[in-house]
């Protein structure tokens, strides 16, 4: 059965640090590029960020770049969103996905509140 499940949410203040992360079962974290989106109150999901593993290749978010990171471990088959000076506009629900173009599996997600 695959699951994706997400931890590491909570509140924090502006310019606070979060780090998610996402285990996996079901695949590895080789077998699909494996992405976090985020969707906040009254807005519509979108893709945050997104790593290959096996090509070694990651996406970020215009809005995000230079403040989150994205990585996998292969042997605890999860992956992490290193989230840094983080604003009040990512106040979300951020979920683990994958494959990340045409997701086929969600997490169930956890919320992210940044206070101002």
């Known amino acids: 059965e695959v699951q994706l499940v997400e931890s590491g949410g909570g509140l924090v203040q502006g310019g606070g640090s979060l780090r998610l992360s996402c285990a996996v079962s079901?695949?590895?974290?080789?077998?699909?590029?494996i992405g976090w989106f985020r969707q906040a109150p009254g807005k519509e999901r979108e893709a945050v960020s997104c790593i290959s593993s096996s090509e070694g290749t990651a996406y970020f978010k215009d809005s995000v770049k230079g403040r989150f990171t994205i990585s996998s471990d292969n042997a605890e088959n999860k992956v992490y969103l290193q989230m840094n000076s983080l604003k009040p506009e990512d106040t979300a629900v951020y979920f683990c996905?994958?494959?990340?173009?045409?997701?086929?599996?969600w997490g169930k997600g956890t919320l992210v509140t940044v206070s101002s």
């Open positions: 079901g695949f590895t974290v080789d077998d699909y590029a």
């Open positions: 996905a994958a494959p990340c173009r045409t997701v086929k599996y």
